[in-house]
Structures are given as structure tokens and as C-alpha cells.
């Protein structure tokens, strides 16, 4: 069974604020053809759900899950730990560390990810040491994991061609750079690159997405 479009609160599911007391849980749960709406009251432990698709049509398997879903499933626990292994792929109850570094680079971003597992787990990347895991009980962080840019050096880096402006140097120079930001956008790693040494132009060879593109700056 796939959960899919949680919501709290009428809002799209975010784990840095939901509140297991009082929130309301909405989310649809899909397997094959069938689809059932399911609507649960942290407050009040009330779980309500509704069929969307054909009812006569349906999987044994679904019917059963329908039946037997308040019996055998914490909602509030099994809502969320699903909908967090639909929407990302490096999560099945554990982050898998290897398959985090892959999410991070294909999907190119540098967003922070927010885990609800037993307590709260913060994913973020910095762009010149690796992608950092927080983890925190009741509000407080216990434990900090980083998983280092170095070790996944297998990942292509992205190539940097700079034309500087500083005044001992000739306008149209070109200098060849390799990035260490290998986690980031191309876009993002030129302006950190212009940010730092006041370059006035910056073309970035992306590697990994096999594109070019080339910012100007003032």
C-alpha cells in the first residue's frame, strides 16, 4: 500500500511542526486501481475511511487492509512512516546511506529534509563537507552524522571555467578549477565560486546533469 498526498490540517504533511496531540492526518492510500481516503484525529484517536474506487472492483488485499486497518496499524505511526518511504527513497524506517548521496545528487538539492522516526531527524547538506544528519529526542539534538563529500569521490565533480576581473589581471583570462561542491547545483556552485573571489563571469560544466551554462555577474 502506497500513502500518498498527506496532509495536517487541510496543509501538506511537514514533520517539523506536526503535532501528534492535535493534528489532523489526511492522505490517500493507493494500491493498483483501488484507492481509499483515510482521515485520522490525533486528538480525539478517530479514524474515518472512505473507498474512492469501484468497491466491487476491488483486491482482496485492499479490502482486507481496509477492514482490518485500525486493528493491526498505529495510524498516526503507519500514515506518516509510509507516506516518508513514498516520498523518499533512501528511507525505509532507516536512512540507507548510499541511496541518501543519490537522492542528494540526481534531485540537486540542497533543502533541508525533515524525518519524523520515533523522535526527529534533520537532513542537510553544506556545500564544502557533506550531507549532515541531526538527530533529536524531544526537541534536543542527541547525536550528529555526516556522511563526507570525499568519501563518494566516484561522483563527477563539477568543472569550472572562470574569467576574473581583479585589476592585476587581463579581463578574458581563463582559469580551469575543479569544484568541490559536488552535492550542489551548477548554478549554485558558480555563485558560491563568484561570492568568494569576486569573479565577474563564471561558465560551469555540470558533469553529473551534462549541461553547461554560464552565469555573468557585476
Known amino acids: 500500500m502506497t500513502i500518498v498526498n498527506l496532509k495536517t490540517n487541510g496543509?501538506?504533511?511537514?514533520?517539523?511542526?506536526?503535532?501528534?496531540?492535535?493534528?489532523?492526518?489526511?492522505?490517500?492510500a493507493v494500491k493498483n486501481n483501488d484507492v481509499l481516503s483515510i482521515r485520522y484525529d490525533c486528538k480525539t484517536k478517530?479514524?474515518?475511511?472512505?473507498?474512492?474506487?469501484?468497491?466491487?472492483?476491488?483486491?482482496d488485499?485492499?479490502?482486507?487492509?481496509?477492514?482490518?486497518?485500525?486493528?493491526?496499524?498505529n495510524p498516526t505511526e503507519y500514515l506518516i512512516d509510509q507516506y516518508q518511504k513514498y516520498l523518499y527513497p533512501f528511507y525505509n524506517g532507516d536512512i540507507m546511506e548510499d541511496?541518501?548521496?543519490?537522492?542528494?545528487?540526481?534531485?540537486?538539492?540542497?533543502?533541508?529534509?525533515?524525518?519524523?522516526?520515533?523522535d526527529k531527524i534533520e537532513i542537510k547538506t553544506s556545500e564544502d563537507t557533506g550531507i549532515i544528519i541531526d538527530k533529536f529526542k524531544n526537541d534536543k539534538l542527541?547525536?550528529?552524522?555526516?556522511?563526507?563529500?570525499?568519501?563518494?569521490?566516484?561522483?563527477?565533480r563539477f568543472v569550472i571555467k572562470v574569467w576574473e576581473t581583479e585589476e592585476l589581471r587581463?579581463?578574458?583570462?581563463?582559469?580551469?578549477?575543479?569544484?568541490?561542491?559536488?552535492?550542489?547545483?551548477?548554478?549554485?556552485a558558480a555563485?558560491?565560486?563568484?561570492?568568494?573571489?569576486?569573479?565577474?563571469?563564471?561558465?560551469?560544466?555540470?558533469?553529473?546533469?551534462?549541461?553547461?551554462?554560464?552565469?555573468?555577474?557585476?
Open 170 to 188: 587581463d579581463i578574458g583570462e581563463s582559469i580551469e578549477v575543479e569544484c568541490h561542491y559536488t552535492f550542489v547545483s551548477a548554478k549554485a
Open 61 to 73: 488485499d485492499f479490502l482486507d487492509f481496509v477492514n482490518s486497518f485500525e486493528d493491526n496499524y
Open 99 to 118: 541511496e541518501l548521496v543519490e537522492y542528494i545528487v540526481y534531485r540537486d538539492t540542497d533543502q533541508t529534509i525533515c524525518l519524523l522516526d520515533k
Open 142 to 156: 542527541i547525536d550528529t552524522q555526516t556522511i563526507f563529500f570525499d568519501d563518494y569521490e566516484q561522483f563527477p
Open 11 to 28: 496543509k501538506t504533511f511537514n514533520a517539523s511542526n506536526f503535532d501528534t496531540n492535535f493534528d489532523i492526518l489526511e492522505a490517500l
Open 46 to 59: 478517530e479514524a474515518s475511511l472512505e473507498i474512492l474506487s469501484n468497491p466491487e472492483n476491488a483486491n
Open 191 to 218: 555563485e558560491t565560486i563568484w561570492n568568494k573571489n569576486s569573479y565577474a563571469c563564471v561558465e560551469v560544466q555540470d558533469e553529473i546533469n551534462c549541461y553547461e551554462t554560464m552565469l555573468h555577474f557585476s
